[in-house]
């Protein structure tokens, strides 16, 4: 069974606070490999309360952004149509309980379905702030499997950012697909 996790495709990641010209024109390329993928799919949403400015992250980035019930949290709508359900709402740029859950559903394929964790792609956003942290967190958790990142279903803060965020990824072992 193939795992693919689709990190922050929200508004406001996309075309809101925090939005980039290269967030916009990965949404088609995600939603397809969404459509088209073979496996589970687990959606995470950077989630914040009204309070953000004060927290250790809005100290340094002093953008209120994705804050739970606003139309900036939700999902771009590309993306929330195609959504079941397994959605993780995250505090911070990884997520710890994404490796428990994905560890639970490992060992749930195990004992009742007998299959085992082929491998786990992300895409998604930012690829230099939690697409990365995410990623070392499933390699983490699962050393002896492939951790793979899409990188054209992927953009960073900044190009440089998307860039750089790759070659430290590549340094730690997690596969990098369809790199331009």
């Known amino acids: 069974m193939k795992i693919l996790v689709v990190i922050d495709m929200q508004n406001d990641f996309i075309d809101g606070a925090l939005g980039t010209k290269e967030a916009q024109a990965i949404v088609p390329k995600v939603a ?3 459509k088209n993928f073979d496996g589970k799919v687990f959606y995470t949403r950077d989630t914040h309360d009204e309070k ?3 927290t250790q992250e809005g100290k340094n980035l002093l953008v209120k952004h994705c804050i739970r019930g606003t139309d900036g949290w939700k999902l771009t709508p590309e993306i929330d149509v195609l959504c079941e359900g397994d959605i993780l709402n995250k505090s911070s740029f990884g997520s710890i309980e994404l490796g428990f859950k994905l560890n639970d559903y490992r060992s749930n394929l ?3 379905k007998n299959e085992r964790v082929e491998s786990i792609t992300l895409i998604g956003v930012c690829t230099d702030i939690c697409v990365i942290s995410n990623a070392m967190i499933l390699k983490a958790f699962f050393p002896d ?3 793979i990142v899409d990188a054209a279903c992927c953009a960073g803060s900044t190009p440089e950012g998307h860039k750089n965020a790759l070659a430290v990824m590549k340094t730690c072992q ?3 697909e369809n790199e331009e």
């Open 32 to 34: 397809e490999k969404i």
């Open 52 to 54: 953000y400015l004060e």
């Open 110 to 112: 195990r004992v009742i």
């Open 145 to 147: 499997k492939p951790i």
């Open 174 to 176: 997690i596969q990098i």
